[in-house]
């Protein structure tokens, strides 16, 4: 269930506490969980108790991944029901915190521009740029909201082009253009009696439509499963069966590079890799009613994995490689692309 979805097509409070209930059966992943609870309680008008679950996490005792992003969207939520000096006071850490994360850039600066600061919007925008993608040579997609935030806000300030409106034009894939689809003069359009600015009108939003889809999918990556040495030994030892699928560790390792290397040049998008572990892949078997031993669980595996926030990026982004040895990724399994 995405907790996009329309209110009036889903009960959100009870989604809300599906998940909540799923965080208690999977503590390591209670974090992802979570924020999608909350996140459904903001769409049913529950804001209060959004914010309680964002309090929960950041607790001292949550151990969290990414705090900066927690505290952005409980800072957006606060604002939302009024309580404005606290969210500032949020935002204010955020940015002087420096998170090497876009979305919390993204969110605050957002929060911002939905209040009407738009110089505070732009600036917050500029910073989250200026820290991610200086001497960058290409964008990763998760900072391209920041390159169109900024570019939409500035544009509503009436600011010229600079290089990073024109950085944010390059990675822009949507047939109308970022200028078209940001300009303020839009809303006028919306009230016209002329039926060729309507239909124009109507097309800059279906392809606005398309490229917020396409967004949306990327906290569910098409991912595949991967199983360090020692969790395949233990598997294959338990299940025999699986021995089939993985006749030995490296050639699992090979197999996945060359998976996901298949999948980016055939154009699929958003790609990553889970981690498996045999009493994770137990207990996910037996709440299926199945047995571990079933090879065809194994995708359903890693897709549940996946929609718990477990995937990593593909390739990784200037970090160590996805199999473990702690080289980095050019040295690795990424030199197989030269």
């Known amino acids: 269930m995405r907790p996009d979805t329309p209110a009036e097509n889903v009960d959100h409070a009870a989604e809300a506490a599906r998940l909540e209930r799923t965080a208690g059966l ?14 459904h ?25 990414n705090p900066h992003l927690v505290r952005a969207l409980k800072a957006s939520n606060l604002w939302e029901y009024g309580h404005e ?21 993204v969110i605050v600066a957002e929060a911002l521009e939905s209040h009407d600061e738009l110089e505070q919007a732009q600036e917050t925008f500029t910073e989250g740029v200026r820290l991610l993608l200086t001497d960058v040579p290409e964008p990763p997609y998760a900072t391209h909201p920041l390159l169109f935030g900024r570019h939409r806000v500035r544009r509503m300030l009436g600011a010229g082009h600079d290089e990073w409106d024109a950085l944010a034009d390059t990675v ?13 003069k839009r809303l006028w ?22 490229t917020y889809r396409a967004a949306l999918s990327r906290p569910f990556p098409v991912a595949v499963l991967h199983w360090p040495a020692t969790e395949l030994a233990e598997l294959t030892a338990a299940y025999p069966t699986l ?12 197999t996945i590079e060359a998976s996901l290397r298949e999948l980016a040049s055939s154009g699929t998008p958003n790609l990553g890799i889970v981690t498996g572990t045999v009493p994770s892949y137990e207990a996910f078997a037996a709440s299926e009613g199945a047995s571990p031993a079933d090879p065809t669980l194994l995708p ?8 718990r926030g477990r995937a990593v990026e593909w390739p990784p982004q200037g970090g160590v490689c996805w199999c473990g040895s702690g080289q980095t990724y050019g040295g690795c399994h990424g030199a197989q692309a030269s």
Do not use: C, F
């Not at 359903?300 to 929609?307: G, K």
């Open 26 to 39: 999977y503590p390591e992943d209670a974090e992802a969980l979570l924020l999608q609870a909350a996140a």
């Open 41 to 65: 309680l903001e769409l049913s008008g529950d804001r209060p108790a959004a914010t309680t679950l964002y309090d929960r996490l950041l607790s001292p005792s949550a151990g969290l991944e």
């Open 85 to 105: 000096a606290e969210a500032r006071a949020i935002i204010e850490g955020v940015r002087t915190a420096s998170p090497r994360d876009p979305a919390p850039w």
């Open 172 to 184: 822009h894939t949507s047939p109308v253009s970022l200028d078209e689809l940001h300009d303020p």
């Open 189 to 210: 359009s919306l009230g016209s009696d002329n039926p060729a600015e309507l239909r124009a009108e109507i097309s800059r939003l279906q392809a606005e439509l398309g």
């Open 243 to 254: 021995a089939t699928e993985y006749p030995s560790h490296e050639e699992h390792l090979a």
């Open 300 to 307: 359903q595996y890693a897709t549940t994995l996946a929609a």
